[in-house]
């Protein structure tokens, strides 16, 4: 969501540049845009991350030892 405010904000400094005559890229700062969008990407990607490794986590399967079951699956048997 936030990338597309970042081109909605693009998309609107065209209007405004075409309106007024100037080129977009005069209207506003490309770097602060540049910036904002690689942050943006950065946090969308470390999101995607912890998101990613909570999930492996919890739906990890219960470790085997050596093809015997565990001694609470054991006890459990008996």
Do not use: N
Not at 19 to 40: D, F, H, K
């Amino acid at each position: 969501m936030a990338s597309l405010l970042w081109v909605a904000g693009i998309a609107t400094m065209v209007w405004i540049g075409e309106s007024s005559g100037l080129a977009w890229w005069q209207v506003m700062p490309l770097g602060l845009v540049e910036r904002g969008l690689a942050i943006t990407e950065v946090g969308a990607l470390v999101a995607l991350g912890l998101w990613g490794a909570s999930r492996i986590t919890a739906d990890a399967p219960e470790p085997l030892t050596a093809g015997r079951p565990t001694t609470l699956k054991a006890s459990a048997e008996r």
